[in-house]
Structure formats: C-alpha cells, structure tokens
C-alpha cells in the first residue's frame, strides 16, 4: 500500500459492489471463497479498493456485519500496513513492473507459517505488470496456495496475463457503477452535485478517476487533452496543440489519455462506421499502442518523445480528415 496514512479503521468496497461483497461474505461463510480470485474490471472503479476490503476482512479477528471491526490487532496492523500475514505487491519505486524477486519473497512467505495463525493474504495491483518471469514464479503458488492462503490479483486487463495464471483463478468481475451512484458517491468528495457532474463527464464515467481529477487537479488539463483530441478527429487542428499537452505526461498516461479519446471514439460509431478502413486503422493503433505499453512492462525504456511523436502522426494521419470525427461533433 503506498500510502497507509489514507486507510480508515474499517476498509469498504464501493457502493456499486455491494451484491459482489455480499456473495464473498457468503463463500467465506461457507468456507467456499477460491484461494485464488481474479478481481478485473475497468479501471478506476474501484477493484482496489474491493481487494483490500476483502484482504481486511479476511485477516480481521473479528468482522462486524461482513466488514472488517476496526478495532482488533489484526486490524490494526493491517491499516498501518504492517501485517506480518499481509502483503500487498505492486511495482516498487519507479518502477512500471513487478519483479520475480517480489514474487520469489511471496513464495517465501507463503511457505511460512501465519504469525496470527488465521489467514495470509496477498494481494497484487495491477497484476498484469508482473513481467513474464514473475508471472512463471507465481505459478506453482497459484497451484497449491495452501489452505489459510488467500490471493487477490486486481487486473483491468486479463489479457495481459498468461493464460497460464488466468487458468488458476476464479474470475470476480465486480458489477461497475450507474451514474447516479457514481455520482452519489462523488458528492462526498466533490462537494457540489455540479461539481461532481462535471468532472464525471470529464472522466468518462469512471468515478475513481474523477475523484483524482478534483484531488490533483489534473482536471482542466485533461479537458485541454480532450478538445485538442476533438479538434484533431474532427479535422480542425493539427497534433503539435496535443503534443504540446501531452508532452510533460509520462508515456504510458500519454497513451492512455490518447487510448481513450480513440476509444471513446469508435464507441460513437455505428456498425456501418465501424466496419471502414478507417475504424479498423484506428483499431490497430489501439493495438500498436498497447504493444508499445507491454514492452514498456516488460522494462523496454522507449524514447519517450519520439514514440509519442510518431503515434500522433499516425493519429493524425488516421483520423485528421474529419470523417470518422464528423461523428463526435453530433454527440453530446
Ligand atoms: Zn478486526
């Protein structure tokens, strides 16, 4: 956990999650719940948080109403992230991902006996940015977890895993929120029903992502992205404006704001628009773009500017005529 200061006494899932929270309970309950779990979703809403409700809940000595208590040791420790039967593996420091060596001390911990002699839990977020050596590594565990030994991988893109640990797993795919409950959630943070509609909107509907927006204030620099993107599509400007911006980000949120603006553009499409050369060009740079972002798991280091440059030219080449772009300027 990066930041254990942030975690409250008793750790919830989302609103949204509630009939997925209710049935974990319920697999607890009858001691049914896979030592494995695959938590996938979209991102930014919420799986993160789903995980470490349920990693709480599972090393709490004793959980009030389906939650963890807040209250007990356990408790304790694993809100100060200093659970001795806890782990919590994401990419360390700079790093973009998780190395066997991280994995070669969960297989060490797992071998070992809980200090509180009730459950060890781990969780890995994003678990696709394990590379393909630690993916191997967690294999055999995944085999043969143990019986008090619960993982939790928290992944947006299932495909990003071997088949071979997907195998393993037993899906969980949290229902997503409506936009009324985003929304209700969001008033919380934001403040103002306006407020939250806004950055909502500027989100695309992802609410955890508009919660960062009012927290880092990456808000109106976002929009700029957007409205660069729109002029791009639509045929009214050139890349340099969308360079210029995206410029400062580092590549992989560079491709992903890119990503979704093409993404949020083909969903406007019709079949017909769809099934163009243009739509499928627009797809294989999608395509390109997480090629570009596997090698960069996988510890490629890419000339970041030049590879940003030579996909908004492409962007641009694909889709800077105005004709699929003709079709976001109708939408709301
Ligand atoms: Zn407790």
Redesign the pocket.
Known sequence: MTNPANIAEVSAPMPWQAQTWSRLNQQLAQEQLAHALLLTGPRYTGKTTLALALA?LL?????VGGL?????H??ELSASGSHGDFRWLEPEGTSKVIKIDQIRQVVEFIGRTASFGLRKVIVIAPAESMNISAANALLKVLEEPGANTYLILVCHRPHGLPATVRSRCQFLRPAGPSRAQSLDWLDRICGTRAESERLLNLAGELPLLAAQLHEDRTGERLQLARLAMQGLFSGESRGAALTAILADEELPRAMGQLADGIQALLRRLDRAALATAQARAAFELLDEMRGIQRAINGGSNPNQQLVLESLLAKVQRVLGDGGLGDNIRTCP
């Not at 090393?59 to 959980?63: E, F, R, S, T």
């Not at 963890?68 to 007990?72: F, I, R």
């Open positions: 709480r090393l709490c000595a004793a959980p963890n208590c807040g209250k007990c356990s408790c």
